[in-house]
């Protein structure tokens, strides 16, 4: 990587299950549903904090349950919205945005546009986790590392991350693009058509649930992510 400053952003977009008293009666008789990785990213906080204190850099994490609404989902999506919030009135629905999801999406873009103004690059990782199995099909990578290959910059960065990653824990399965494609509909897409491809990267890391089960692995691979997102430069 070209010898000038990264500045690292750190983003967390389902760091927690937490549900407002106003929106609890939705979730009456639910609780096992918000709990799952259907209403959070168990693991993703501590991950983001780990890497957020190795990199010295600012952390945004929105706390409050994707079951509410998706701040990962552009806005008019599909997913936006659950069944439990898909039939609330409009006027709900812009609560909603207006203390949940525009707050933490401007948070983050504010934080990589400040970054831009006294770096020269900004790498913004997105941490998230996910489950093993997804309808009836086994995931078969332990850590995920989602980029747009389009953008050369994010590439670049994306390579060298597996690359060290590997070194750092050659027993961890890491894939590029995988369980997900980096560049499909979420924050870092948005963000890279409001920053330039030679001085922004959006990188999202995924980590599966299943190291989250084992105490170890999970330990190391918590700290060879921060490491190596730590030692970008």
């Given at each position: 990587m070209p010898r000038r400053r990264v500045k690292i952003i750190v983003s967390c977009e389902h760091a927690g299950h937490r549900v407002p008293p106003k929106y609890r009666p939705l979730f009456r008789g639910h609780a096992r549903v918000l709990t799952s990785h259907r209403g959070w990213d168990p693991g993703a906080l501590e991950l983001a904090r780990a890497i957020a204190f190795a990199s010295n850099a600012p952390l945004?994490?929105?706390?409050?349950?994707?079951l509410l609404v998706e701040c990962n989902r552009s806005l008019?999506?599909?997913?936006?919205?659950?069944?439990?919030?898909?039939d609330l009135d409009t006027a709900e629905h812009l609560r909603l945005l207006a203390t949940i999801y525009?707050?933490?999406?401007?948070?983050?873009e504010v934080a990589v546009r400040s970054a831009l103004r006294r770096n020269a690059w900004v790498v913004h990782v997105g941490v998230h986790t996910f489950t093993p199995v997804w309808n009836g099909k086994r995931r078969n990578v332990d850590v995920g590392i989602l980029y747009d290959p389009s953008r050369r910059f994010e590439g670049f960065v994306a390579e060298a991350l597996v690359r060290r990653l590997r070194a750092e824990v050659p027993k961890v399965r890491v894939g590029r693009n995988a369980p997900y494609r980096g560049w499909t509909d979420g924050l870092t897409t948005t963000l890279r058509g409001r920053f330039p491809a030679t001085r922004y990267a959006g990188i999202e890391i995924e980590v599966n649930h299943g190291l989250l089960r084992k105490p170890d692995a999970w330990k190391q691979v918590r700290?060879?992510?921060?490491t190596v997102v730590g030692t970008l430069d």
């Open positions: 945004v994490a929105n706390t409050a349950s994707r008019g999506h599909a997913q936006l919205f659950s069944e439990f919030t898909r525009h707050p933490h999406r401007r948070a983050v700290r060879a992510l921060a």
